[in-house]
């Protein structure tokens, strides 16, 4: 399912196959929670925008519009419109996000819905179900992410029941893709390592859980309170111990300099809202650095975004006309904002996957690494 066609130190060039199609690696996933991007991003528009894999949660799936309703309707990947491969997230993540509104026992997590206070419950079973009924390409084992720093006692006992839970996770999808009715009978299953910020709890896990033979290996529960300096060392800390025939998932992460740092550790997948959720606040990722469209010195600026960018936003609209549709509140601003930074987090991982085909990732990283954090040169 997994090769690796090229490395250049611990960094990594890949090629996993999929019931759904071909996922070049290292590969950003666009995240639509609900089935769609935020910004008014269709399944059609996502192919212009060079995205390879969709990811949508279960938790909001499950709570709206049902996941049954998805499954009675041909599955997720009909429902919205879009063939290519899809993640989801186990919800899991929700057991962090909502902690006031939900309470973990040995056999699930009991939430409080955010939308109606309606009472749920879900564990390692349900969430495979659901993900089942989805008919995701890849699904997600059912974990705790605790948050950064937590205490060391409650952490071990974190990680040891997500392993448990991770065993019930592997029993319940070969029981449900073998149901008639099961939409995507080749369903794939990533377990996800947890830790906190405890290196020794991290690497423990990830050797656990190395051995449970999953389709793909997420490090998850960062990027959640600690530093970016934290991350990255508990990255290189568990990297060593991930198998090296399985793709590697850092969920949740993040900005360019972000994913830079964790594809030259070795990292294969990625998602964040972060792209989305910042250009509809009129913060743009390019090439020189990150732009703020809103700063008044856009006013008169007939240019695009980004000369260099091929996206349908650069193509088409000035940064002047981009700066009056947000400060009008026009949806067409947010719209234009989000396709211009889900085509630079695609193309980033382009450049990324041809450099190191080329053997110049070392170069494209020293090169990047920092500037693509930096501010536009303009609003120096």
Same mark, same amino acid.
């Given at each position: 399912?997994?090769?690796?066609?090229?490395?250049?130190?611990?960094?990594?060039?890949?090629?996993?196959? &999929?019931?759904?199609?071909?996922?070049?690696?290292?590969?950003?996933?666009?995240?639509? &929670?609900?089935?769609?991007?935020?910004?008014?991003?269709?399944?059609?528009?996502?192919?212009?925008?060079?995205?390879?894999?969709?990811?949508?949660?279960?938790?909001?799936?499950?709570?709206?519009?049902?996941?049954?309703?998805?499954?009675?309707?041909?599955?997720?990947?009909?429902?919205?419109?879009?063939d290519g491969p899809i993640l989801t997230d186990s919800g899991g993540f929700?057991?962090?996000?909502?902690?006031?509104?939900?309470?973990?026992?040995?056999?699930?997590?009991?939430?409080?819905?955010?939308?109606?206070?309606?009472?749920?419950?879900?564990?390692?079973?349900?969430?495979?179900?659901?993900?089942?009924?989805?008919?995701?390409?890849?699904?997600?084992?059912?974990?705790?992410?605790?948050?950064?720093?937590?205490?060391?006692?409650?952490?071990?006992?974190?990680?040891?029941?997500?392993?448990?839970?991770?065993?019930?996770?592997?029993?319940?999808?070969?029981?449900?893709?073998?149901?008639?009715? &099961?939409i995507n009978k080749e369903q794939m299953l990533f377990g996800i390592n947890?830790?906190? &910020?405890?290196?020794?709890?991290?690497?423990?896990?990830?050797?656990?859980?190395?051995?449970?033979?999953?389709?793909?290996?997420?490090?998850?529960?960062?990027?959640?309170?600690?530093?970016?300096?934290?991350?990255?060392?508990?990255?290189?800390?568990?990297?060593?111990?991930?198998?090296?025939?399985?793709?590697?998932?850092?969920?949740?992460?993040?900005?360019?300099?972000?994913?830079?740092?964790?594809?030259?550790?070795?990292?294969?997948?990625?998602?964040?809202?972060?792209?989305?959720?910042?250009?509809?606040?009129?913060?743009?990722?390019?090439?020189?650095?990150?732009?703020?469209l809103i700063n008044e010195r856009y006013m008169r600026d007939d240019r695009?975004?980004?000369?260099?960018?091929?996206?349908?936003?650069?193509?088409?609209?000035?940064?002047?006309?981009?700066?009056?549709?947000?400060?009008?509140?026009?949806?067409?601003?947010?719209?234009?904002?989000?396709?211009?930074?889900?085509?630079?987090?695609?193309?980033?991982?382009?450049?990324?996957?041809?450099?190191?085909?080329?053997?110049?990732?070392?170069?494209?990283?020293?090169?990047?690494?920092?500037?693509?954090?930096?501010?536009?040169?303009?609003?120096?």
């Amino acid at each position: 399912m997994f090769e690796i066609l090229h490395r250049e130190g611990r960094a990594r060039r890949g090629v996993l196959t &999929t019931v759904h199609g071909v996922i070049q690696t290292p590969v950003f996933m666009d995240v639509g &929670t609900c089935g769609v991007v935020k910004g008014g991003i269709s399944g059609p528009d996502l192919k212009k925008l060079n995205c390879q894999v969709e990811l949508s949660n279960t938790y909001h799936l499950h709570i709206r519009p049902g996941d049954r309703l998805i499954h009675d309707l041909g599955g997720l990947r009909k429902f919205m419109n879009w063939d290519g491969p899809i993640l989801t997230d186990s919800g899991g993540f929700q057991v962090f996000s909502l902690a006031k509104l939900r309470k973990i026992t040995e056999e699930g997590v009991r939430f409080q819905s955010h939308i109606d206070g309606a009472r749920i419950f879900m564990g390692p079973e349900e969430s495979m179900q659901i993900q089942s009924n989805l008919a995701s390409t890849i699904a997600m084992a059912f974990d705790e992410c605790v948050a950064n720093p937590s205490p060391y006692p409650y952490v071990k006992q974190s990680v040891e029941r997500t392993t448990r839970w991770l065993e019930r996770c592997i029993r319940e999808m070969k029981r449900l893709n073998e149901l008639p009715d &099961t939409i995507n009978k080749e369903q794939m299953l990533f377990g996800i390592n947890q830790g906190g &910020t405890y290196p020794d709890l991290r690497i423990d896990h990830m050797k656990r859980i190395s051995e449970m033979g999953c389709d793909g290996y997420a490090i998850g529960g960062l990027a959640v309170g600690e530093e970016a300096q934290e991350m990255y060392e508990i990255i290189d800390a568990v990297e060593p111990y991930m198998p090296q025939d399985r793709p590697r998932y850092l969920m949740g992460v993040g900005t360019p300099c972000n994913i830079l740092e964790a594809v030259h550790l070795g990292v294969d997948f990625f998602d964040c809202v972060m792209p989305s959720r910042n250009a509809r606040h009129g913060n743009l990722f390019t090439w020189h650095g990150r732009m703020n469209l809103i700063n008044e010195r856009y006013m008169r600026d007939d240019r695009p975004v980004d000369e260099n960018c091929g996206c349908p936003t650069c193509r088409q609209f000035s940064r002047a006309y981009l700066r009056h549709l947000f400060k009008a509140k026009e949806a067409l601003g947010m719209r234009a904002a989000v396709e211009h930074n889900l085509y630079f987090y695609n193309e980033l991982m382009q450049r990324i996957r041809d450099s190191l085909e080329q053997g110049q990732f070392e170069a494209f990283y020293q090169r990047y690494h920092i500037a693509l954090g930096e501010k536009y040169p303009d609003e120096l």
